[in-house]
């Protein structure tokens, strides 16, 4: 049974950098899957963020697109979430998941979530 | 962007109660619609993909149905384990879009 983990850190300043880590337990990036993002603040409901293929390729939401950045380290099985001069309203859990195949399927496998508060 | 109308937003129901919750996409998206529960502190789950196909392990008494903008999600028979909040989400464009969430809760 595949398990992925969200991983980073819970607080972030306003304005700056928010990062998140997706690691999973088994099988390997490399796999004829997409990966993506997705998040729900709190109160409200989910958003994708984007998502991204082992060979680097991405898929952003345009209401994003601008200050986000998601990658893939095939050798450390991993892939990341980058949302630059983040705002109070990027508070929310972010959830990291594997679409069923390689294109716009289903999301399969989720993270349980972590919680990412902006905040000074 | 597709923009999917999830309705109710909640509801209250008696275990065994026959629940119903609708999705409206605001265009043809064919059969690319998906059923998740979310619950508290837990990892999303798929419950319907290809709006009326059963994620393998799912229990029976959940099911899905429609095509083209309107989609249906029912429990035949509320549990206790099935409170939770249920997203309807379309994989037919991008940018992936979900419904608003309907929340179970138990009467």
């Known amino acids: 049974q595949l398990q992925l983990q969200e991983s980073g850190p819970g607080l972030v300043k306003p304005s700056e950098t928010l990062s998140l880590t997706c690691s999973f337990s088994?099988?390997?990036?490399?796999?004829?899957?997409?990966w993506g993002w997705i998040r729900q603040p709190p109160g409200k409901g989910l958003e994708w963020i984007g998502s991204?293929?082992?060979?680097?390729?991405?898929y952003y939401n345009p209401s994003l697109k601008s200050r986000i950045s998601i990658s893939v380290d095939t050798s450390k099985n991993q892939f990341f979430l980058k949302v630059n001069s983040v705002t109070a309203a990027d508070t929310a859990v972010y959830y990291c998941?594997?679409?069923?195949?390689?294109?716009?399927?289903?999301?399969?496998?989720w993270g349980q979530g972590t919680l990412v508060t902006v905040s000074s | 962007d597709i923009q999917m109308t999830q309705s109710p937003s909640s509801l209250s129901a008696s275990i065994g109660d026959r629940v119903t919750i609708t999705c409206q996409a605001s265009q043809d998206i064919s059969n690319y619609l998906s059923w998740y529960q979310l619950k508290p502190g837990k990892a999303p789950k798929l419950l319907i993909y290809d709006a009326s196909t059963l994620e393998t392990g799912v229990p029976s008494r959940f099911s899905g149905s429609g095509s083209g903008t309107d989609f249906t999600f029912t429990i035949s028979s509320l549990q206790p384990e099935d409170i939770a909040t249920y997203y309807c989400q379309q994989f037919n464009n991008l940018p992936l879009t979900f419904g608003g969430g309907t929340k179970v809760q138990i009467k």
């Open positions: 998941a594997r679409h069923r195949g390689r294109g716009w399927y289903p999301l399969d496998y």
């Open positions: 088994s099988g390997s990036i490399s796999s004829p899957f997409y």
């Open positions: 991204v293929y082992s060979s680097g390729s991405t």
